[in-house]
């Protein structure tokens, strides 16, 4: 890569002190140099960007690929083989008429209508698993109880898969984001087992289709070249693991802000109709999301005032830039009622989030639920003592102690 050796590299990412501050770095580059040059977990160099404004214009330009598996871009990972972003499954949508045609297929299985229409049954699995928590009694980890298995729940619906061992497609889907967290041969071994019990699920759905987004990508696959087999294993692959790990981890951190301060948690119990602003002051306001979305600049470009020559990797933190004070009034306070919310949170452009409009419904209901149900909810450690995961593309607590 094309890059300054004489500038000053900062490791990346950036690990914040306590769990819901974010990483001092954030203001510091925002501010000095927002078009920093990173070193990555891989070793290898990149630019990273915390200005609104740049990570705006950088995603909504379709010409930048999230694909890194082109020569001379950089690696995030040790991994063989990389990771989520540069391995051989992320190359089958590097066309970018390809990739969109993917993206309107799954698309009408997200439409705010058929979500809508989901609403009903998320809200009846978060019921049955606030019951299951309450039974299990105060203090409790609502991250492992409610966290984790609801859009587990609800992304298996979705895919129509009647079972399945929470605990492995967990394991399973945490191999694939791992930027140091496992070794190669964990990952080889996950990644193996992952695939095979979506070979057998996909035989098994050819058999005896449903009303579900798998089959229709069977269907789709068997019908003409659009989709072939890698794609649709892909699919099935990705939909699952990005179906799950970022709303789960979310749901733990939104709860964990809105306790932290029993200032939020109160309000929200006075006027419940602050839901739906409250989840995007949280998607805002979110300390740490993980990694950012990387994009592999295929011709020069000018960003801010700054050149970056092609064959550049960046790395767009969104979380970063949306704390940024030209973008956002008192972006460091978490402010419930506030709108319009622009966040870019979900990303933006051709490679903006498919699953938004159901992450945002999982994340309502959940909220809405426990307002409801079990009012009274509080940490059950001081917050100081709550600890982040390391060594995954994703963000996310360890475990979140309640009482209620």
Avoid at 62 to 81: M, Q
Avoid at 182 to 192: G, K, L, P, T, V
Avoid at 206 to 218: K, V
């Amino acid at each position: 890569m094309n890059q300054d050796n004489s500038k000053e590299l900062l490791d990346y990412p950036f690990r914040s002190p306590v769990a819901l501050e974010p990483p001092a770095e954030w203001a510091q580059l925002r501010s000095q140099c927002p078009v920093a040059h990173v070193r990555l977990p891989s070793g290898d160099q990149a630019i990273l960007l915390t200005r609104y404004s740049d990570v705006r214009q950088v995603l909504s330009d379709p010409r930048f690929s999230h694909n890194l598996s082109a020569e001379g871009a950089a690696r995030t990972s040790k991994n063989e083989g990389g990771s989520v972003f540069e391995n051989k499954d992320a190359a089958l949508l590097a066309d970018a008429e390809r990739h969109q045609a993917w993206r309107k297929m799954i698309l009408k299985w997200f439409t705010a209508k058929r979500i809508a229409a989901m609403q009903v049954r998320i809200e009846s699995m978060t019921e049955a698993l606030i019951d299951s928590m309450i039974q299990h009694g105060s203090p409790a980890d609502l991250q492992a109880l409610l966290g984790f298995p609801l859009p587990v729940w609800v992304i298996c619906d979705l895919l129509g898969i009647p079972d399945v061992d929470r605990d492995k497609l967990a394991y399973w889907s945490s191999t694939l984001l791992s930027l140091t967290q496992y070794s190669q041969a964990e990952i080889n071994a996950a990644q193996q087992e992952f695939t095979q019990y979506l070979l057998t699920l996909i035989a098994a759905k050819r058999q005896h289709p449903g009303d579900d987004l798998l089959s229709d990508l069977i269907a789709a696959a068997e019908g003409g070249p659009s989709v072939s087999a890698e794609l649709l294993l892909m699919t099935a692959k990705g939909l699952l693991v990005a179906g799950h790990e970022t709303t789960s981890s979310m749901i733990g951190k939104m709860l964990a802000m809105l306790l932290s301060d029993r200032s939020r948690w109160e309000l929200l119990l006075l006027d419940p109709s602050l839901v739906r602003t409250a989840v995007e002051e949280a998607l805002r306001f979110d300390m740490n999301p993980g990694f950012g979305l990387p994009r592999y600049i295929s011709t020069d470009i000018e960003v801010g005032t700054t050149q970056i020559p092609r064959g550049t990797t960046v790395i767009c933190n969104m979380a970063a830039a949306n704390r940024d004070e030209r973008a956002c009034e008192h972006p460091e306070q978490m402010d419930l009622t506030r709108s319009p919310n622009p966040h870019l949170s979900f990303g933006v452009g051709p490679h903006s989030c498919i699953g938004q409009a159901l992450a945002r419904t999982e994340l309502q209901t959940v909220l809405s639920v426990l307002l409801r149900r079990l009012p009274s909810l509080a940490l059950a450690i001081p917050k100081e003592q709550l600890v982040m995961k390391q060594g995954l593309l994703i963000g996310a607590l360890e475990r979140l102690p309640v009482r209620w």
